[in-house]
């Protein structure tokens, strides 16, 4: 490692810890999909920022447009004066909704902030309070997105009470033996038991969820919560923040199903690194609150906004969707082929659209009995040999890949040919 766990410790003392670091490196530089700490080891990054660099650490394009904003203006706040950045990118992000009819968007700092403000909108345009979530979903750390989350620890405990009127219902994988008829039955349930579907102003769920394991939900799924939504008058809410700009293969992970949601939050790779998150929706959802009821000091910064015009331009002049499903599947193949070696960690259940791509470290060959001691234990001999890798899944037992959908063929091979060894069998 490059820094001793002393030296870390030391460092780390005026941050509080409740802020863990996954990785006990200190990042000095970055290139596109390589990362080098301050004494100067170089790491392949398949983390990303956790999904926040689909163009990569530092792409020339986003940096010649931020640096052309920081010679404008840095900051004025969208609600005190308007800005061509926000209007600009506003207009992009409507073009590219994946709903027919008229859009708006309107932008924020962080993820946590869109997801809440999608609720805000919906109960606004709806009258009704309750929102539905599932397990393992993953929407913030805020006290609402908090509720939301489907996934108690780290994100829940200690911190309740919650918000009320938020509800869950179990989410599909086949690994825990969850099937989409179980779903749909259990919402069936909670109208009957907890909350009428009238009091539902939205259900929101993640087209592939992100920390509950790279779980994408079934095209069957998402139709069934359509012909819901559209039978009880609730809002769809796609929750795009990991999946979105290029990731699945798609602009955004949901098109995937052909399902047409009524809003979509965004965040992460949206801007290249800069804070920058929104929420897109049918325009008559989005005038539903009065002026001055959405927005934030930062809410939209010029600089973010800058970059995200670059991204945008970026993921199309270099094909990014379709290098996103080309990546995808030389990664499954390799893994595939690490599947069948008995002298690596069984590993099962390889899963996900385009590059969003996720398998689990099971205990036993042809199992899905998950060991997230064993996925931990691999990122850190992955961190050793030089790869930043990230695992998640309720059980903690599902290594995410997430490299840059710009990252050249020789240092995704380098970073696969890190993990094949990190998955050997230590006695």
């Given at each position: 490692m490059s820094m001793n766990a002393d030296l870390l410790s030391r460092r780390l003392a005026a941050v509080p810890r409740g802020v863990a670091t996954a990785t006990p490196i200190f990042a000095a530089r970055a290139e596109n999909a390589e990362l080098w700490d301050v004494e100067g080891k170089r790491y392949v990054d398949f983390a990303g920022g956790i999904a926040v660099l689909n163009t990569g650490h530092r792409h020339p394009r986003v940096l010649e447009a931020v640096r052309a904003q920081l010679y404008a203006y840095t900051h004025t706040?969208?609600?005190?004066?308007?800005?061509?950045?926000?209007?600009?990118?506003?207009?992009?992000?409507?073009?590219?909704?994946?709903?027919?009819?008229?859009?708006?968007?309107?932008?924020?700092?962080?993820?946590?902030?869109?997801?809440?403000?999608?609720?805000?909108?919906?109960?606004?345009?709806?009258?009704?309070?309750?929102?539905?979530?599932?397990?393992?979903?993953?929407?913030?750390?805020?006290?609402?997105?908090?509720?939301?989350?489907?996934?108690?620890?780290?994100?829940?405990?200690?911190?309740?009470?919650?918000?009320?009127?938020?509800?869950?219902?179990?989410?599909?994988?086949?690994?825990?033996?969850?099937?989409?008829?179980?779903?749909?039955?259990?919402?069936?349930?909670?109208?009957?038991?907890?909350v009428e579907p009238e009091r539902v102003a939205a259900i929101i769920l993640e087209p592939v969820q992100g920390e509950g394991g790279f779980q994408p939900a079934p095209p069957e799924l998402l139709r069934a919560l359509r012909e819901i939504c559209d039978r009880h008058g609730i809002l769809l809410i796609s929750d795009e923040i990991q999946a979105g700009f290029g990731r699945t293969g798609k602009m955004f992970g949901i098109e995937h199903s052909g399902v047409e949601p009524d809003l979509i939050t965004v965040a992460k790779s949206l801007a290249g690194g800069f804070p920058l998150s929104g929420v897109i929706g049918r325009a008559a959802i989005m005038d539903a609150a009065e002026p001055g009821g959405l927005g934030g000091t930062y809410a939209g910064p010029p600089i973010a906004c800058a970059a995200a015009l670059a991204v945008l331009d970026v993921i199309a002049d270099e094909k990014l969707l379709e290098r996103a499903n080309a990546q995808g599947e030389h990664i499954k193949s390799r893994l595939h082929a690490m599947s069948r070696r008995n002298d690596l960690l069984p590993i099962a259940a390889i899963r996900g659209p385009g590059a969003m791509i996720g398998f689990d470290i099971v205990r036993t060959r042809g199992s899905h009995d998950p060991d997230g001691a064993a996925a931990k234990a691999v990122t850190v001999r992955a961190l050793e040999k030089g790869l930043i890798l990230?695992?998640?899944?309720?059980?903690?037992?599902?290594?995410?890949?997430?490299?840059?959908?710009?990252t050249p063929d020789a240092i995704l091979d380098e970073g696969l040919d890190i993990l094949e060894a990190s998955l050997e069998r230590v006695s």
């Open positions: 706040a969208f609600q005190v004066v308007a800005y061509e950045p926000y209007v600009a990118l506003a207009e992009r992000l409507n073009a590219l909704a994946p709903f027919k009819g008229p859009a708006k968007t309107i932008l924020f700092t962080t993820g946590a902030e869109a997801v809440e403000n999608a609720v805000k909108l919906a109960r606004a345009a709806t009258g009704r309070p309750a929102v539905i979530a599932f397990t393992g979903g993953f929407h913030g750390r805020t006290m609402l997105t908090m509720a939301m989350t489907g996934k108690v620890a780290p994100y829940k405990r200690l911190f309740g009470p919650l918000p009320a009127e938020v509800y869950h219902a179990p989410f599909p994988v086949p690994q825990y033996g969850v099937t989409v008829e179980d779903s749909l039955r259990a919402l069936e349930f909670l109208f009957r038991a907890d990230l695992s998640c899944g309720v059980f903690g037992e599902t290594i995410r890949l997430l490299a840059p959908l710009t």
